[in-house]
């Protein structure tokens, strides 16, 4: 039995990252709403936590969130950044319901990644995330509500449609389990 993490599940973590601060810090949509963007970079964390499993998306999450965070605006916003860790977490908790690695991401499983995903999500953004602000950072509710349910929104609509075409073209270059045949 092999403990730990892989080495390919290390090197992904790391590539992970520095994608999810690329993606955060260039392919990011201001929304209106103060310091609330619309981010390309939750696809990602649900293509990587969906292929490495939930480890991989807690540590891309928080590294990459935190990172993002500190490089771009000074300081971490630690509330978001546990919540980008949540969100990978158990979205990559649920892969094994996908199982990508058989090349197989039809209807059903298109149905099943953003039933969990919008779930996963709302519950991190429209929850999570404000009441810490709230604790953290004693933000006014209504500020932080606004902003979550904002990214929450536009995270689950992000990762609905580019996550779904990231999944569904990586399928794709995997075989599909019963592909091969005796002639």
Request: glycine share 10%; no cysteine.
């Amino acid at each position: 039995m092999e403990r730990g993490l892989s080495i390919k599940t290390i090197v992904a973590i790391g590539i992970g990252s520095a994608v999810f601060v690329i993606l955060g810090r260039f392919a990011s949509i201001p929304t209106g709403i103060p310091n609330t963007s619309i981010e390309t970079s939750y696809a990602f964390l649900a293509l990587m936590s969906i292929i490495f499993g939930p480890i991989a998306g807690v540590l891309i999450g928080l590294i990459g969130h935190a990172l993002k965070d500190a490089l771009f605006y000074g300081s971490i916003w630690w509330s978001w950044v546990l919540v980008s860790s949540f969100v990978g977490l158990f979205i990559g908790v649920f892969a094994s319901r996908i199982n990508i690695q058989s090349g197989i991401f039809g209807g059903k499983q298109i149905i099943t990644f953003n039933i969990v995903q919008a779930i996963v999500q709302a519950i991190g953004w429209f929850l999570i995330a404000p009441t810490l602000d709230i604790i953290i950072y004693a933000e006014p509710a209504n500020k932080v509500y606004l902003q979550g349910i904002a990214a929450g929104l536009s995270n689950i609509v992000t990762v609905g449609v580019i996550g779904t075409i990231l999944l569904i073209s990586y399928a794709r270059t995997r075989s599909k389990s019963n592909s091969l045949s005796v002639e």
